[in-house]
């Protein structure tokens, strides 16, 4: 192979090396590393979870007209779903009665919520509490 060809093909590999490598740091920068995704993706799951144990509250305060004394007694109400747990460490949500009508539900979060789709569930980082009241429902 002459001189001239061999410069080209290592020419060819270069630049395509600097294309893919650009690629590479670019989605990495539009949608984050693998390691941010994860934390977002449970942190979704968390709110995720506060709002399934919300909606068994809900459920649970139809039945009995109250709001459960524990996380541990809404557990035990029959055609529940079980309760969630925190998915990392296994721990289970922090939950409070703070009344027959309302409660409150706490997770711990890896980071600050999106703020382009802020809703009742945005939180910060850390510890966040929500307190929530049962909607009122008519017994027939």
Known sequence: ??????????????????????????????????????????????????????????????????????????SKEPGLARVPRDPVTGEPYRYMSVDSDSYELCGVFDRDSDTRTASFWSHGAGTQCFTLNVKPTTVP
Not at 37 to 50: A, F, G, K, M, N
């Open 1 to 74: 192979m002459s001189g001239a060809a061999m410069s080209g093909k290592r020419l060819l590999a270069v630049v395509l090396t600097v294309i893919v490598t650009a690629a590479v740091v670019t989605g990495i920068v539009i949608i984050g590393s693998p390691m941010e995704e994860r934390t977002r993706r449970l942190d979704t799951r968390r709110v995720q979870d506060l709002q399934q144990i919300s909606q068994s509250v809900q459920v649970y305060h139809s039945r009995h007209q109250r709001t459960p004394a524990s996380l541990d007694e809404l």
